[in-house]
């Protein structure tokens, strides 16, 4: 995959915003205060589950051809932050992988392109229940499986711009397995 300077900082920033603003939602600045390995942890967790979702999105446009870089969006990234102060509900836009291309990209290539985040999610997810079966991390590897889990579950809503839009129409019966594994490995995961 190739990278821009402008991509990577963007990355960065938004893994770190987005890292610390879900660890203050869930966890709370106090706690954090008093266990900062907390937010090491939570930044691996959303590392794995927001970084590697755009990522595999980058890597199936590049592999088609298209020219795909992460942008970040500050509002987006902004708005994360003080919802994770709030405590109450977290949403986050914190940016997304830009695709062009100077030909015609068929379904096929978007719904792939599109499907490709979510299918990180749950492997990421199914990687960590199935090393949580060691006994060693637990609740670690929980909270690494569900927030994966409900990545993919989110992302693969049938809404523009969201990535199930993309792929259900492109294939309305793959988006649908993909769906309802997400959601029972999510169940399942609790």
């Known amino acids: 995959m190739k990278f821009s300077q402008k991509e990577m900082e963007d990355l960065v920033i938004s893994w770190i915003v987005l890292g610390i603003s879900f660890a203050v939602f869930r966890l709370g ?24 979702h755009e990522l595999s999105h980058k890597y199936m446009a590049q592999k088609y051809g298209l020219w795909a870089e ?37 379904s096929e290539i978007e719904g792939k392109t599109s499907l490709a985040g ?15 079966l060691t006994g060693v991390y637990t609740g670690f590897l929980t909270e690494l499986a569900m927030i994966n889990f409900f990545l993919a579950v989110f992302n693969l809503i049938p809404i523009p711009p969201m990535d199930g839009s993309k792929v259900v ?11 309802i594994s997400a959601i029972l490995l999510l169940v399942f995961s609790f």
């Not at 907390?38 to 967790?45: A, H, Y």
């Not at 590392?47 to 590697?52: E, H, Q, R």
């Not at 969006?73 to 708005?79: A, E, H, N, P």
């Open 70 to 106: 992460y942008r970040k969006y500050t509002w987006g990234l902004v708005l994360a932050f003080f919802l994770g102060l709030t405590r109450i509900v977290f949403f986050a836009a914190p940016g997304a992988v830009m695709i062009m291309s100077t030909g015609w990209v068929t």
């Open 169 to 179: 129409r492109y294939n309305p019966l793959l988006w649908t397995a993909v769906f």
């Open 29 to 52: 600045v106090s706690r954090l205060v008093r266990n900062p390995v907390l937010i090491v942890q939570m930044l691996i967790i959303v590392g794995s589950a927001f970084v590697l």
């Open 118 to 132: 979510p299918v990180c999610n749950i492997a990421v997810g199914a990687a960590a229940l199935l090393l949580k």
